[in-house]
């Protein structure tokens, strides 16, 4: 069985806005990996499910 990587990027830009990425993930899994991440960080302005958070990877972007 093939099992698909889970990662987690986090990239900070120079003005400080921080993007976290994750790819890998299935579903609500995904919600509950960046759960921990965005709380850490505070206030998360946006936040959008890419169409593979439907599919069996899934990747979400979050901008704090």
């Known amino acids: 069985t093939y099992?698909?990587?889970?990662?987690?990027t986090v990239t900070v830009s120079p003005k400080?806005?921080?993007?976290i990425e994750g790819s890998g993930f299935k579903g609500q899994a995904c919600d509950k990996a960046m759960?921990?991440?965005e709380q850490a960080l505070g206030?998360?302005?946006a936040r959008k499910n890419k169409g593979e958070y439907y599919q069996?990877?899934?990747?979400r972007c979050a901008t704090h």
């Open 43 to 45: 206030i998360t302005k």
């Open 35 to 37: 759960s921990e991440i």
């Open 16 to 19: 400080g806005e921080v993007e």
């Open 56 to 59: 069996k990877d899934v990747t």
């Open 3 to 8: 099992r698909t990587m889970k990662t987690i």
